[in-house]
Each structure stands twice: as structure tokens, then as C-alpha cells.
């Protein structure tokens, strides 16, 4: 039968491959001539100039899907449309050291997470972030509903079950000498 579903990939080949896609997303992030990290609210890219740069010297263009940051004169080292738009007026960017600018992007959307900074760069894989959990605390309560939803769909843990699975580590951290080998958490 042509329709039948392929079977499920055992745990162990699933982790392989789940290591071997990280590692190369890992590489390829290493590869982008800038930086740059997310929250749910804002995207922060980190983009070397060459030292002495002052700021009047930089072309810095914020508009609400595209973002260019260069050195005025020579090709800019990031350039392209973003995959989501920002709110430019509250989007910043500094200098700092003389040798990187810092670009604050301020997400119009803040429930979604971001693939890239622009389009033309390679992806990550959106579904394997797992926001910090002091910062899942932040969330307002529709947020949180929202992630929570999205991680159940998943079949990953809700903001809930995180937090318990993180107070366990700490105290497997500070009781070694105990066996959680079979702990339920409820």
C-alpha cells in the first residue's frame, strides 16, 4: 500500500538525527558574518566593524522588514529583509568599543520566533527553542497559553512542566547522593 505511513523512526535514530541537524545549524550560524540572538519580544544582531569605526562613518538602515549594517563606502556586512516586521521607532542600534555594532529590533509580532535575521541567511529550527525559564515567567497569561498550546502540539512540556523538570535538576544538583532514577513528577 503506497498510503500507508512511514514508520515512526525509533528514539535513538530520531536523536541522531536531531545531534546531526543541530550541528549543522550550529555551523552555519558560526558561518554568518555577524551574531545574533531572540526573546519573544526583540532580536538582538551583533555586527563587527573593523576597530576605530565611529559612528558616523556606519550605514545603518532600520525600515520595518528590511535592515542593512555596514561601514558607509564598502558592501554591508548584513543586508536583506527580515522574515517579520519590525517597530522601527522603537528598534536601536549602538557602537560599542568602536568595533561592533549592537542592533535592538523590537518585534511587531511577539509570538513568534524568528528563523533568521534575514531571509537570504540560513534557517534554524524554530521548534527546538526552549525560552529561558526565568523568562517564562515574564509571559503575560495569553503568551503562556499560547506557548503552552504550541509546545503540547509538540508533545513537548508546557511552561508548567518546565519549571518542575528545572527545580528537580537544582535539586539533583544539590543532592547527588540521592537516586531520582525513577521519580514521577506530577
Do not use: C
Request: net charge negative.
Amino acid at each position: 500500500m503506497a498510503d500507508q505511513e512511514a514508520a515512526p523512526l525509533h528514539e535513538d535514530q530520531q536523536k541522531e538525527i536531531d545531534r546531526a541537524n543541530a550541528e549543522r545549524e550550529q555551523k552555519e550560524q558560526a558561518a554568518l558574518p555577524y551574531r545574533w540572538r531572540q526573546t519573544l519580544q526583540d532580536v538582538t544582531v551583533t555586527v563587527p566593524v573593523p576597530a576605530g569605526t565611529r559612528g558616523k562613518q556606519l550605514d545603518v538602515v532600520l525600515r520595518k522588514q528590511h535592515i542593512k549594517v555596514g561601514v558607509k563606502g564598502q558592501e554591508p556586512v548584513l543586508e536583506g529583509d527580515m522574515p517579520y516586521e519590525i517597530k522601527v521607532d522603537d528598534s536601536t542600534w549602538t557602537l560599542d568599543d568602536s568595533r561592533e555594532v549592537t542592533v535592538s529590533l523590537e518585534k511587531l509580532n511577539q509570538q513568534v520566533w524568528w528563523p533568521h535575521v534575514v531571509t537570504t541567511a540560513p534557517k534554524i529550527d524554530t521548534t527546538k527553542i526552549t525560552p529561558e525559564n526565568s523568562k517564562l515567567s515574564d509571559l503575560d497569561g495569553e503568551t503562556r497559553a499560547m506557548f503552552d498550546n504550541q509546545q503540547k502540539q509538540m508533545g513537548k512540556p508546557t511552561s508548567d512542566e518546565l519549571k518542575k523538570q528545572e527545580m528537580l535538576r537544582k535539586f539533583q544538583e544539590q543532592h547527588p547522593e540521592m537516586d531520582f532514577s525513577n521519580a514521577k513528577i506530577g
